[in-house]
């Protein structure tokens, strides 16, 4: 099936981003994907969704039809390659969060300041997945999928109204399977417990998101969103781990960091990346603060 393997090597990445992260970022982003499931399995997508996933992709020569399927009555669903897609983004979406495990074990809230730094995660998140098209490991059948997946992942912290990051898109600019991910990623932040705090049941933390509909989330998105969730007896997963517990950068995941530092400023494999200065100037200081600094340069 048509990119069926590229998404297999996807989400094999997801899986090796997670094995990088602290116990916190990897129940969130276990939960992100396990809601990005629940949700797009039933959620049902009306003609108007439908173009706007085709329009999306179409700007990335990337055909949606294998995405969904029609369901009668001018009604769409998923396909199971699209709930694939989707949870591919799910995996990956905070794949640039390790560079911030040193921020993620403190057992408090942010501060302002630590708050800002850690948004550069999207920006990261972005690199590190297209990058993954320098990789020589990888054989990609569709280029265009990776950067389709690193840019939708990316969307996920991105608002309705144009507020969020990392691009401050708003609206229509933002894809819809980047809205989708923005719901399931707030709902996971809410419902699953912190250091600092205990976990919120799921039936408040819809109450929450709807006092967001139309600013921060998609209005029927969420409110397909809703009507799945509502249906479910659902339950948080119990953390029971050391909340800073970590595995260092090591092994794959050394690589993937590595294939992101090989770019040049105007070089060739920038332009494969389509990467800006100011994300590979973010990446390059972060490795450097985690001694782990990699010989690229900045031209």
């Known amino acids: 099936m048509k990119y069926a393997a590229d998404l297999i090597q996807l989400d094999h990445v997801g899986d090796i981003g997670m094995s990088e992260m602290i116990g916190l970022m990897r129940l969130h982003v276990q939960e992100v994907a396990r809601f990005t499931t629940l949700i797009s399995q039933s959620l049902v997508l009306d003609q108007q969704q439908v173009e706007e996933l085709m329009e999306d992709c179409n700007g990335y020569q990337v055909d949606a039809t294998p995405f969904v399927e029609e369901t009668g009555a001018g009604n769409y669903q998923f396909s199971p390659l699209g709930l694939f897609l989707l ?13 911030f495990r040193s921020i993620y074990r403190l057992e408090r809230g942010l501060t302002e300041e630590e708050f800002v730094r850690q948004k550069m995660h999207a920006d990261l998140t972005r690199v590190i997945v297209r990058s993954l098209l320098l990789d020589t490991r990888y054989s990609w059948q569709t280029p265009e999928i990776v950067r389709l997946v690193a840019d939708f992942a990316a969307a996920h912290q991105e608002k309705l109204d144009g507020t969020g990051y990392p691009d401050g898109k708003a609206g ?3 894809p819809l399977l980047g809205r989708l991910l923005a719901i399931a990623d707030a709902l996971s932040a809410i419902v699953n417990p912190r250091p600092y705090q205990a976990e919120t049941p799921l039936a408040t933390a819809l109450e929450w998101l709807k006092r967001d509909r139309g600013s921060h989330f998609d209005e029927k998105l969420l409110d397909g969103a809703v009507a799945v969730l509502e ?4 339950s948080s997963q119990r953390f029971s781990g050391n909340w800073a517990d970590e595995a260092g950068f090591t092994g794959d995941f050394n690589l993937l960091l590595g294939n992101a530092c090989k770019v040049q400023w105007g070089g060739a494999e920038l332009e494969l990346l389509e990467t800006t200065q100011e994300e590979l100037s973010s990446m390059q200081n972060l490795l450097k603060e985690e001694g782990r600094s990699r010989n690229f340069s900045m031209r």
């Open 172 to 174: 229509r600019e933002i």
């Open 87 to 99: 949870k591919g983004c799910a995996k990956v979406h905070d794949i640039g969060k390790p560079l």
């Open 231 to 234: 249906q479910e007896d659902y």
